[in-house]
């Protein structure tokens, strides 16, 4: 079946801008994941889904950062007044259930604030 | 803050060697997951090694976790030069946290 995909592929904005990046999980996987990764680095957790509520949260940099899961299929990770170091690989992952089982990662989203 | 370091940082071998890459870690974990990242994008999930295992083998790649040391290894052998690309490990502590990562270089 189909892997996890992001959308978009590439995201260039100006300081300041809102922005909202999705994210289509694997169908049937109940838990996803949010990460961050700048360059040479691994990736930095932000959220993680169980079903539609955020089970853990505590990843998330500061209160201009927001995700979604209404319907506990797609997500939106939406960061306002965007800021230059907010510039990294944005990765989607989705899993079966819980942090213990194999995540599946989408490419990513870059996304380059200027 | 990251809970996995991977050593080396950067390892270059001939085709054909083995490469060794390590990861240490701080607390308890249920699992201990090794992926392989090119070219800066999506995460390939590589193998899975459970805290009540001590060695995992899949294909080219041997596993070992020694929860004693909050240590694990990834053996690759027999390398290719596809095999280029950054390794890291996570584990599932209250988070899920990624080291690092070794970037990985075989020479053809």
Redesign the interface.
Known sequence: GAGVSQTPSNKVTEKGKYVELRCDPISGHTAL?W?R?S?G?????LI?FQGTGAA?D??LPNDRFFAVRPEGSVSTLKIQRTERGDSA?Y?C?SSLGT??D???????TRLTVL | SQQGEEDPQALSIQEGENATMNCSYKTSINNLQWYRQNSGRGLVHLILIRSNEREKHSGRLRVTLDTSKKSSSLLITASRAADTASYFCATDASQFYFGTGTSLTVIP
């Open positions: 994941y990460y990764q360059l680095q691994g990736p930095e957790f993680y853990d505590s990843g690989v990765l992952a942090p213990s194999t995540q599946y990662f989408g490419p990513g």
